[in-house]
């Protein structure tokens, strides 16, 4: 008589970087940069803000959305894609979105648009081009400290 095996079919998951147990996602870098260049403007992520990272080589902080819906980015060679809901988007941040993203909490509902670039008409950098971003959150959202937010 044969020696005869059963193997049953595992389902596997993945250990995200926060090590806790979930699906495999797709991690989509977004750069303000690059849809300044491809003369892009628009939304950059909608979904779930799921958390802030300073990054060690820029030490600028990124901001990481959980896609609620399909959208469109622009890759390393400037080639327009597309995203699926439930991708990680992590939008390269700059001094003006980490300004209206600092009162924002984790787990908020939100959506970053991308308005193009602008000059600074005052101040210490007077005629530097900026990127300027919208930042929309759920109605209702209570903000960590909305003395500050205009």
Do not use: C
Request: glycine share 14%; no cysteine; hydrophobic share 35%.
């Amino acid at each position: 008589m044969q020696n005869q095996q059963t193997q049953t079919a595992r389902k596997r998951v993945a250990v995200l970087g926060n090590g806790k147990l979930g699906e495999k996602t797709t991690r989509i870098f977004q750069s303000a940069g690059r849809w300044s260049e491809a003369g892009r403007t628009g939304t950059m992520a909608s979904g779930t803000f799921t958390q802030s990272v300073v990054d060690p080589n820029y030490g600028q902080t990124n901001y990481e959305i959980k896609a609620d819906a399909p959208g469109e980015y622009i890759d390393g060679d400037g080639v327009l894609r597309s995203f699926s809901a439930g991708d990680l988007i992590i939008i390269n941040g700059t001094a003006g979105l980490a300004r209206k993203m600092e009162n924002i909490p984790v787990g908020t509902g939100l959506e970053i648009n991308y308005l193009g670039q602008a000059e600074l008409t005052k101040g210490k950098y007077k005629g530097k081009a900026v990127h300027n971003f919208e930042v929309l959150v759920d109605e209702g959202t209570e903000l960590l400290n909305d003395e500050d937010i205009a």
